[in-house]
């Protein structure tokens, strides 16, 4: 399409909208505002999906060419030969449906097949769009597939099955692993100097036995990291209270966990100050983890800015947080970890998952 086209072709969505929505007013005059958002959001989705198919189909890799020329091969560089246009459905908010008609193009060398515009959108597997895909993730990372399937149905007016959602979920969990193993890898080959942390932080180390398919149970190793505020008076006690938690669990054994949480460490600035006179932190994490799996009871330690460790190795509570919620050592890990876990060991949470931000 071209300039014009778009702007033919819009004006008009949009005139269809603006007139809709009068001829609607007019023949709902005592409407509630739920109804009144309902109605608009059907016409602007509507829009929106056109929009969007007709921005994706503009590439010129929807037609297998690149700079006015044909598309090369990713692997080996040469030029792709069409085999004809395929058409690819994708639901989008409101359940409007996009249909992309691309060119399919394979390497007369090595054979690789691909649809560059693919490529170039990034789609995902499935028949959602990324960004739903993505929602529809930490949907079924953080409560039962059902009920993730519901959600996306009230928020985004996209019906899918439970079936979908747990594979979108595995699928995109298993990758993340991939990720995570990655930069571990890197980490330790390169060896990289971590961000600096904040001021104070709080690592806290522990597990919750989870029911798996099949009904079996395992322990979920959580690491979970924290600032530090300053301390709290109430009545005659003081409290510390954590802020920006973020947590990393895997359904493994003490070794293999404490060297893949190793990237949320580097992540939140942990790594930092390995000469600390207080300690090395990052070997804290470990002996932590070490003796949760020998005797069931936590850790929890504090950082400083420096990543050394402040203060001893506890098995009680850090504290207590507002609304009398245990602190964080020697607490059961966040719900959504242990539901997770339900599924099977290749699930998000029992595979590895982080989510940042308050528990």
Not at 151 to 161: D, F, P
Not at 164 to 170: K, N, P, S, Y
Not at 243 to 260: D, H, M, P
Request: hydrophobic content about 35%.
């Amino acid at each position: 399409m071209t300039a014009s086209d778009f702007d033919r072709e819009w004006e008009k969505l949009a005139r269809e909208v603006v007139s809709g929505m009068k001829e609607w007013r007019i023949q709902h005059p005592r409407a509630t505002w739920k109804e009144l958002e309902e109605a608009l959001d059907q016409r602007l989705n509507r829009m929106r999906a056109r929009l969007l198919e007709d921005m994706a189909l503009a590439s010129e890799a929807a037609r297998l060419q690149e700079e006015g020329a044909r598309a090369r091969c990713p692997q080996c560089g040469e030029p792709l030969a069409s085999r004809g246009k395929r058409k690819r459905r994708l639901q989008t908010n409101g359940g409007e449906e996009i249909v992309l008609e691309r060119r399919y193009g394979v390497c007369p060398t090595c054979q690789a097949g691909i649809f560059p515009l693919d490529e170039e959108l990034q789609l995902l597997p499935g028949g959602l769009t990324p960004n739903l895909a993505e929602e529809l993730t930490h949907l079924g990372a953080w409560m039962p597939f059902e009920q993730a399937r519901e959600m996306l149905r009230r928020m985004r007016g996209v019906a899918v099955s439970e079936a979908t959602v747990r594979r979108q979920t595995e699928r995109n969990g298993a990758a993340y692993v991939s990720v995570q193993e990655a930069e571990v890898e890197r980490i330790e080959h390169e060896q990289p100097e971590a961000p600096i942390g904040p001021e104070k932080q709080v690592l806290s180390v522990d597990g919750a036995m989870a029911p798996l398919v099949g009904g079996a149970w395992a322990e979920v190793k959580t690491l979970v990291a924290g600032v530090l505020g300053e301390p709290v008076i109430d009545g005659a006690e003081q409290h510390v209270h954590a802020r920006e938690l973020s947590y990393f669990s895997r359904l493994l054994e003490a070794e293999a966990f404490t060297r893949l949480a190793l990237t949320e460490i580097q992540r939140r600035g942990g790594r930092e100050g390995r000469e600390s006179d207080c300690g090395h932190g990052w070997g804290r994490v470990g002996a932590g983890v070490h003796r949760l799996s020998s005797s069931g009871c936590g850790a929890d330690f504090g950082l400083s800015a420096r990543g050394g460790v402040c203060g001893e190795d506890r098995g009680g509570d850090l504290g207590r947080r507002d609304g009398g919620e245990r602190g964080l050592a020697g607490a059961a890990p966040p719900a959504p970890q242990a539901r997770r876990a339900r599924s099977s060991a290749g699930r998000c949470a029992g595979a590895g998952c982080r989510t940042s931000g308050p528990a």
